[in-house]
């Protein structure tokens, strides 16, 4: 019988990696799921600020907490898409800023990466949720691949991610439709 247990310090990693995975070949489907996530935990971190400064404690703390993490979650939702042009904008930004040594150009030329792809998402929602999540799913999973697989070479993770990225991007929009979006 194989030997599932792993040491303490590879959890976190395999963990990642999961999510990564199911970010790159489900991005598109859990998108909202994630956005509304993410709305819940600013929300719930608003409401437990909110609670520390009118010294509310015991049980009564978990109402505003939960209440404005839930309010998050909802706003997180409504507001779908401006979450997509922010992941498209930060995204391109960020990978056209790392490309150029001169700081300003590098800043003005994100800024104008940034906006074409944030405007572009909006028009072409799902294909840009589907190439950022496959991709960056893909990418990440191979590169958390390494440690698990003993291997030290990162060509082998970034091969593997690029292997990955492709295959989630087909599985997406195989089973992804425009009705979707």
């Not at 409504?78 to 700081?103: E, H």
């Not at 072409?124 to 999973?141: E, N, V, W």
Request: net charge neutral; with cysteine; proline share 4%.
């Amino acid at each position: 019988m194989p030997d599932f247990s792993a040491p303490a310090a590879l959890w976190p990693t395999i963990f990642t990696v999961l999510l990564a995975l199911a970010d790159c070949f489900l991005g598109f489907k859990l998108s909202k799921f994630w956005i509304s996530l993410a709305g819940f935990v600013l929300g719930a971190a608003l409401g437990g600020w909110l609670a520390a400064l009118l010294s509310i404690e015991g049980w009564l703390l978990l109402l505003p907490i939960l209440l404005l993490g839930v309010v998050g979650a909802l706003l997180a939702y409504r507001v779908y898409r401006g979450g997509v042009f922010l992941l498209c904008f930060l995204t391109a930004f960020f990978g056209i800023y790392s490309l150029i040594s001169i700081p300003w150009a590098g800043a003005l030329a994100g800024c104008a990466a940034g906006l074409l792809a944030g405007g572009l998402s909006l028009k072409l929602l799902r294909p840009a949720l589907i190439l950022s999540t496959g991709i960056g799913g893909g990418l990440c999973a191979g590169a958390g691949l390494l440690p698990l697989l003993g291997l030290k070479n990162p060509l082998w993770g970034l091969l593997a991610g690029i292997a990955l990225a492709i295959s989630g991007v087909a599985v997406q929009f195989h089973t992804t439709s425009e009705e979707e979006g």
